[in-house]
């Protein structure tokens, strides 16, 4: 049985994590949830899976929901990196959008749990200092977002000696043919205007 500590649970990761956890309930045990906005949510997912662990961004939200649920125990802000390390828990599923994700990601490497990445931002912020991290607590990174944990298992099939390259292809995105002396000029309205996805402003 492992036990699961989700940091992102209403995102779109954070419902697909819960749905497996619920198709395979003999495996793992859900611990604690970590949420953003969605209050609404939020609160079927407490009551859904019984969590007695629970962080939220907002403390403003705290009073309504400490009434609701008084025997559940809420972490609030930056004491969402105390619950990392209080919460029992073997894998943290880091699934917090962005910067935001930073840091609760790699506090659960370092309090040594094992990782299950969908925040690929991280990496590219500090890649280095997750790899560090996990090689001194012996602990795995595991992708589980849709292309790189594709990538991840397509070498578990095989051996290492067996590639010599890995290709990465992408849409092009809106600076595709962009001038890099002109990257300065970039403006937010330019960079909505992907030319294969609507993925909105946040993203």
Request: aromatic share 8%.
């Amino acid at each position: 049985m492992k036990r699961i500590l989700l940091l992102g649970s209403t995102g779109s990761i954070g419902e697909s994590t819960l749905e497996v956890i619920s198709k395979f309930r003999d495996k793992f045990n859900l611990t604690g949830i970590v949420a953003g906005k969605n209050i609404k949510k939020l609160k079927e997912q407490i009551k859904n899976f019984n969590v007695k662990y629970v962080g939220i961004r907002d403390k403003g939200d705290l009073k309504v929901l400490k009434k609701e649920f008084p025997e559940v125990k809420f972490f609030a802000g930056e004491e969402i990196m105390e619950m990392i390390k209080e919460v029992p828990s073997d894998i943290v599923v880091g699934a917090i959008v962005g910067s935001s994700g930073l840091l609760p990601s790699y506090k659960a490497l370092e309090e040594g749990k094992d990782l299950a990445l969908a925040n690929k931002e991280a990496l590219v912020m500090a890649g280095k200092f997750f790899n560090k991290m996990a090689k001194e607590k012996r602990k795995r990174i595991i992708p589980i977002d849709s292309e790189h944990s594709a990538i991840h298992q397509a070498l578990r099939a095989g051996k290492k000696r067996e590639v010599k390259r890995l290709i990465l292809t992408c849409s092009g995105g809106p600076f595709w043919k962009w001038e890099k002396k002109d990257f300065s000029k970039i403006t937010l309205k330019d960079a909505l205007k992907h030319p294969t996805w609507s993925m909105g402003k946040k993203i």
